[in-house]
């Protein structure tokens, strides 16, 4: 089976409610992440310059029998603001999605990738830890690795990275 990332949005009906998840999560990235390819945003934001895209998952024989492990957009923004705070919008959070946005907006950086790293590290080796699969292939970013075999360990200690 695969295990594949994809902080995709939930499926949120109330186009106000969407919006605010989808400015908040931009607040906390700096940019407005959408299905493009997202390495591109980020680097013409000036942020994230070792991140590449991933293959399109078709590519990678990705079928509709293999599993979407991540946290959708909106339970990070939540995740986010049960741990820090309500993420508050102002002035300049108010462009169009698609518009320029000022990345000095964005959030501490330090609090954001506690939540967007390590928080889907976690959710990641628990799925591993307590699937039914026993051979998983793993389709994550490579800044994801250190953190869920850490996570991982946690559970059992015997977990390793073996080459």
Do not use: C
Not at 65 to 88: P, T
Request: zero cysteines.
């Amino acid at each position: 089976i695969v295990f594949y990332e994809s902080a995709k949005m939930d499926d949120i009906k109330d186009s106000a409610r969407l919006d605010l998840y989808q400015r908040k999560f931009r607040k906390m990235m700096g940019v407005h992440v959408d299905t493009s390819g997202y390495a591109k945003i980020f680097h013409q934001s000036g942020l994230f310059r070792q991140l590449v895209d991933q293959p399109r998952y078709t590519e990678l024989g990705v079928d509709t029998s293999d599993v979407r492990i991540d946290l959708a957009k909106n339970q990070l923004v939540d995740l986010y603001e049960e741990r820090f705070g309500e993420i508050e919008l102002e002035k300049g959070d108010d462009v169009p999605l698609d518009g320029k946005y000022n990345v000095l907006l964005r959030l501490p950086q330090k609090e954001v990738m506690a939540i967007i790293i390590d928080e889907r590290n976690r959710n990641l080796a628990t799925a591993i830890q307590y699937s039914e699969y026993k051979k998983i292939l793993v389709v994550y970013g490579a800044s994801h690795l250190k953190g869920t075999l850490s996570e991982l360990q946690r559970f059992d200690s015997r977990w390793s990275k073996k080459r």
